[in-house]
């Protein structure tokens, strides 16, 4: 259970589906992650509610009975809102928020929520803003109609044209010039990123709440927000860092998570820009979440999309020591045995033991076999900086193991 925080939380219930592609025991552990993004969010989950369809109703997406025992317990318990696990048409929304009279937000529209409580930068909040209007523009209701006065009522409206396609207008001049500004910021990060002279640029990659930054305080001695929620860290951060002798820029890099939204993959390709741009990749993983390999396929999708899947790259899994095999009863013969029960030794033997010397078993927390890890980066890093730069090669030697300081 999460433990929550002395505030004020908003009441929420979570609402998905089961079918083919996605069976009970996946559907809930969506709806997990998605209670730790309503909590990340400042809601408090009361209820979930789940139904079997073969696909989402196309107006309401769960069934006329399902979403009337949903109404009946918003109206009983005063929840404020529904968060959907999928994507809503604007159509189902707004069908939706007619017949429970609460606020009514799908998953996507949540993380970009989050993404707006989490920007710091003037560069993170104009990507954030430009993904929520590109959301938003499909969406627009006559609610909409206070946009008018951001431009002022009078000479605004063409002929016949109605508050509606007025704020869809607006909307859209506000989409054009963000995207104005982004590419003004574009190249002057280009240019920044350009004059970063001849060292090896190494990103930290992986899912939302995996350890990246206490890692990258613990190696860089930085102190970059670190928190148990996900997307604490939004706005890229790059710090210089010395292995032994050997410098390199290490960038710690905004979380992925599944079903990310287009629009936010869109908006912040820049900031992905540096992952892009990275020589190495240090893919961190939380093992001890039951769900880490499709937290894997979940990044190395998006990396794909990114175009930086082909960088060498190094796994590191984190928070072994948090990691624990489900108990597995050998004589119970009713229960196969799965990789759930498998122990640490046990998985080092299967896929992962192909990815070969590519492979760290780490707790960033507890600082077990950070030395090792140390050593993998300065040998990768080294090797990268070698092939690059030749006759630099008798500055880096190869790497002696010294106690930490």
């Not at 410098?247 to 908006?267: A, H, M, N, W």
């Not at 894997?296 to 590191?316: F, H, R, Y």
Request: aromatic residues 8%; contains cysteine.
């Amino acid at each position: 259970m999460i433990e929550k925080e002395k505030i004020d939380y908003e009441k929420v219930v979570l609402l998905g589906i089961i079918h083919q592609l996605q069976d009970e025991e996946k559907s809930n552990e969506y709806l997990d992650e998605l209670e730790f993004l309503a909590y990340t969010a400042g809601g408090e989950v009361i209820k979930r509610f789940q139904q079997k369809l073969d696909k989402p109703h196309p107006k309401t997406f769960l069934g006329s009975g399902k979403i009337e025992e949903v109404r009946q317990f918003v109206e009983e318990n005063e929840i404020g809102t529904a968060i959907f696990d999928d994507e809503l048409s604007p159509a189902q929304q707004k069908n939706l928020e007619k017949i429970l009279r609460c606020k009514v937000v799908d998953r996507t529209y949540l993380i970009l929520d989050i993404f707006a409580q989490r920007a710091q930068t003037s560069y993170a909040r104009t990507q954030v803003e430009l993904a929520q209007y590109e959301y938003l523009l499909p969406r627009l209701t006559g609610l909409w109609t206070h946009l008018e006065r951001q431009r002022g009522g009078i000479g605004m409206r063409g002929p016949g044209e109605t508050e509606i396609e007025t704020d869809r207008r607006i909307v859209r001049d506000k989409i054009s010039l963000l995207k104005k500004k982004l590419e003004t910021i574009d190249r002057q990060m280009s240019v920044q990123r350009g004059n970063r002279g001849s060292l090896i640029r190494v990103a930290l990659v992986g899912y939302t709440n995996v350890g990246k930054s206490t890692l990258m305080n613990l190696i860089s001695k930085s102190e970059v927000f670190a928190e148990n929620k996900l997307f604490a860290t939004l706005d890229t951060t790059v710090r210089k860092v010395v292995i032994r002798n050997l410098p390199f820029l290490l960038t710690d890099t905004v979380g992925f998570i599944r079903k990310l939204p287009t629009q936010l993959v869109e908006s912040f390709k820049s900031t992905l820009d540096e992952v892009r741009e990275a020589d190495l990749l240090l893919h961190v993983v939380d093992i001890s979440h039951e769900s880490f390999e499709d937290h894997i396929a979940s990044v190395e999708k998006i990396l794909t999309e990114i175009e930086a899947n082909d960088k060498p790259c190094i796994m590191v899994f984190n928070k072994i020591d948090n990691y624990s095999p489900v108990p597995f009863d050998e004589e119970d013969l009713t229960i196969e045995r799965t990789s759930h029960h498998y122990s640490l030794e046990e998985w080092k033997k299967t896929w992962m033991n192909k990815v070969g010397e590519h492979v760290l078993f780490i707790s960033a927390t507890e600082k077990e076999n950070i030395e090792e890890f140390r050593k993998k980066v300065y040998d990768e890093v080294r090797r990268i900086h070698v092939t690059r730069f030749p006759y630099n090669s008798f500055l880096y030697p190869e790497y002696e193991e010294v106690e930490d300081e």
